[in-house]
């Protein structure tokens, strides 16, 4: 396999700001060795004492997808398919959750957004994006 082939590249929002909470994801391109480990720092600013974060991936023309939700209190939401390899902890007292993707694989190359608010929804009567 080409070198080039090992290396996925994982790009993360830089910064996403909603009624005054703030979410700041600093690193712009992340780097992995297919199988191996890679942390994708997220970390809010929100007077909310009981904070959801979420995180979402967004592949190549495709729309963003829900991963996984964490809060202070409990373990949290996966969605089916980020069962196995993605995992988050909130940590209230550096106000960060960062996603931990292990056992990296070509097909985990996508945009991925942290947010304090569920921004996509299900359903035929939703919308997909909250505006």
Not at 64 to 70: D, G, I, N
Not at 103 to 119: E, F, G, H, K, N
Request: charged share 25%.
């Amino acid at each position: 396999m080409e070198s080039w082939l090992k290396n996925i590249l994982i790009l993360a929002a830089f910064c996403c700001e909603c009624r005054g909470d703030r979410v700041l994801q600093t690193k712009g391109v992340e780097t992995a060795t297919e199988g191996g480990q890679i942390k994708v720092a997220c970390h809010y600013e929100t007077d909310d004492p009981n904070p959801y974060l979420f995180w979402y991936k967004q592949g190549e023309n495709d729309f963003p997808k829900y991963m996984l939700m964490r809060f202070n209190f409990g373990t949290g939401d996966n969605a089916t398919e980020f069962k196995e390899r993605f995992h988050a902890d909130l940590d209230a007292n550096s106000k960060s959750v960062p996603l931990m993707i292990q056992r990296v694989q070509l097909s985990d190359s996508a945009v991925y957004y942290c947010a304090l608010r569920p921004t996509v929804t299900t359903g035929d009567t939703t919308p997909l994006q909250k505006h």
